[in-house]
């Protein structure tokens, strides 16, 4: 009886030492932490030194010298500055009717602003292809003028029809510059300066959003006016580049265009597709690059 209890607790024993010991994994996370730190802290400095040393040597020595956020800053205040100087505005009228100088005047040097005559031959491919490339977009809207032997052209708007004819026609010549963002009067040195049929058709500009710009073509005119009153962004015309069309005097009435900007902040000209006004602007435009700001009408207005 006695030896039996006692060999019970040797098989107990037994069997205690057969049983696999456990594994405490908790002691190992440290280390692996310590390693994957060690790993990562020798990748960066070999980046580091991999930087200087390889990718620096094919830079600029400005920016291999620790400089590349100044030169940022100093683009964004370049591009800040360009922002801040007048604003120069040029639309060229008229077009739609010579396609190869339309075509010419779309990839120019400087930023201007199309304005076609509706019913032009070239008018809705010429505009699409202003509006395809960014380009601020106008309807140039034939109004009566006082001399009846002057003929604004097809789709003009003229006192003697009645309002309802007014902005029929003008919502014709509208559908032929589809694209527009904007207007601005052809001739009309009878219509702006006459305020009923001024505020006929700028009720019809309202309804649209579009922008007006007067071209002051009589010092009679109403234009600006009538757009205030009916609650449009409006502007009016500074200069003609081109009363006389030579290429040295487009360039002086761009000198009078600049220096009415440095003045007021914003001045807009009004020239036309001959090839002594484009040759002229593109010569001259460049001259002014530190002085002001070329934009289009859109750029003004956003």
Sequence with gaps: MT??????????????????????YRRLIAPLLLLSLLVVSLLAVGYVIFFRTVVAGELPREVAEGSG???????EEQLQAK???????????????????????LDFPIELTYSFLPYAPFTRKLSRLAHRHGKTVFLHLPLEPIDSSKDPG?????????????????????????????????????????????????????????????????????????????????????VFLDNVIDEDIVCI????????????????????????????????????ADRVDFVGIGQIVQ
């Design 154 to 238: 097809p789709g003009a708007l003229y006192l003697a029809d009645s309002p309802v004819e007014q902005r029929e026609k003008f919502e014709s010549c509208l559908s032929q510059v589809p694209y527009a963002r904007g207007v601005n009067n052809h001739m009309g040195s009878a219509f702006t300066a006459d305020r009923a049929a001024m505020a006929n058709i700028m009720s019809v500009a309202r309804q649209r959003s579009l922008v007006f710009v007067d071209s002051i073509t009589t010092p009679e005119s109403l234009g600006v006016e009538t757009a205030r009153q009916a609650g449009l962004k409006v502007f009016s015309r500074a």
């Design 83 to 105: 922002r801040d100087l007048p604003k120069v505005a040029i639309i060229i009228d008229d077009l739609g009717y010579d396609e190869k100088i339309g075509m010419e005047l």
């Design 3 to 24: 030896a039996a209890k006692k060999r019970a607790p040797r098989a107990k024993k037994g069997k205690k030492a057969k049983a696999r010991p456990r594994r405490d």
């Design 253 to 288: 009435q761009l000198e009078k265009l600049v220096r009415e900007a440095e003045r007021a902040g914003l001045a807009i000209g009004i020239g036309h597709p001959h090839r002594e006004t484009r040759d002229a602007i593109a010569r001259c435009a460049a001259t002014y």
């Design 69 to 75: 956020p100044a030169l940022v800053t100093r683009g």
